[in-house]
């Protein structure tokens, strides 16, 4: 079965790094999501992904936060300016855009800042 | 904007026997879509089992079926015949209408199930 694939698993940042999440799409899919959950919280959507730009985006995915697809696979999250409170696990998914149909999630990328 | 809530922190199941999670959420849109996700340790997300809210028949996936109460913006999970394997967190969730088929999740509800 398909899967989204997501990288680094674990990834270690001192505060005020830049970091980059990468997550590699089922690749028929076309919209693509991050979504991040702070330990022990519910799961938080990000943005959304659609056509190459960003077609919805939460009030959390503020300036510090950026998406791209620079090559057509990967689906990458930087984070310019870590802060203690962007530890979390992030997900990524992918959809086919069907309603209802539910997402792929990847296995997440537990980011911790220092 | 939509909300999930799901009230119960945590639930304990024997094993073999059955339990129910339970979901409410708030929506103004008529057509959405429910979802059930399992989250091991292993934090990895997984689909349970959709419902769409014009179907007023129960989804069922196995041991795992819902009771959805449109009405009443209910939304449970019965799990039969429970499993060590079925010990995880659940979370349900909303999918709203719009073009970016967005996720609004609850809280989540910690299972165990002993043995």
């Known amino acids: 079965e398909p899967e989204v694939t997501q990288t680094p698993s674990h990834q270690v940042t001192q505060m005020g790094q830049e970091v980059i999440l990468r997550c590699v799409p089922i690749?028929?899919?076309?919209?693509f999501y991050w979504y991040r959950q702070i330990l022990g919280q519910k799961v938080e959507f990000l943005v959304s992904f659609y056509n190459n730009e960003i077609s919805e985006k939460s009030e959390i995915f503020d300036d510090q936060f950026s998406v791209e697809r620079p090559d057509g696979s990967n689906f990458t999250l930087k984070i310019r300016s870590t802060k203690l409170e962007d530890s979390a696990m992030y997900f990524c998914?992918?959809?086919?855009?069907?309603?209802?149909?539910?997402?792929?999630f990847g296995s997440g990328t537990r980011l911790t800042v220092v | 904007a939509q909300t999930v809530t799901q009230s119960q922190p945590e639930m304990s199941v024997q094993e073999a026997e059955t339990v129910t999670l339970s979901c409410t959420y708030d929506t103004s849109e008529s057509d959405y879509y429910l979802f059930w996700y399992k989250q091991p340790p292993s934090r990895q997300m997984i689909l349970v089992i959709r419902?769409?809210?014009?179907?007023?028949q129960n989804a069922t996936e196995n041991r795992f079926s819902v009771n959805f109460q449109k009405a009443a913006k209910s939304f449970s999970l019965k799990i039969s015949d429970s499993q060590l394997g079925d010990a995880a967190m659940y979370f349900c969730a909303h999918e709203g209408g719009g073009s970016n088929y967005k996720l609004t999740f609850g809280k989540g509800t910690l299972l165990t199930v002993n043995p």
């Open positions: 419902q769409e809210a014009y179907k007023q």
């Open positions: 998914a992918s959809s086919t855009g069907t309603v209802g149909r539910g997402y792929t």
């Open positions: 690749s028929n899919h076309l919209y």
